[in-house]
């Protein structure tokens, strides 16, 4: 298997709902309440490869997204999706490392 692995629709599930780009969850929307954004972005971005996962990239994708889904442009969410590009490209990235847990 290559390093670094691409996305996969867990992965990206948890790190969208972690975003909470429209603070849905943190208004006691379930934890699953992102899954089709996830969905979409997973389904765009099917074969692509390491190196186009940065920030650059999937800002973009992202903003598309979350524009559709909620039907407008909101400032607002920036802060939150550009945080969420950041993760993808952390973890999916052409610079991600693989993450191990520390044995105490």
Not at 20 to 26: K, R, S
Not at 69 to 93: D, H, K, S, V, Y
Request: proline share 12%; aromatic share 10%; glycine share 4%.
């Amino acid at each position: 298997m290559s390093w670094p692995p691409p996305p996969d629709l867990d992965s990206l599930k948890e790190l969208f709902a972690a975003a909470d780009p429209e603070g849905l969850i943190a208004s006691d929307c379930p934890l699953d309440e992102y899954d089709p954004e996830a969905a979409h972005f997973f389904e765009i971005t099917q074969g692509w490869p390491s190196n186009k996962f940065i920030s650059q990239h999937t800002l973009p994708v992202l903003l598309d997204i979350f524009a559709d889904q909620f039907n407008e442009e909101r400032a607002g969410r920036l802060p939150a999706l550009t945080q969420l590009a950041a993760e993808i490209e952390r973890f999916f990235g052409p610079a991600a490392r693989p993450q191990t847990r520390q044995s105490s």
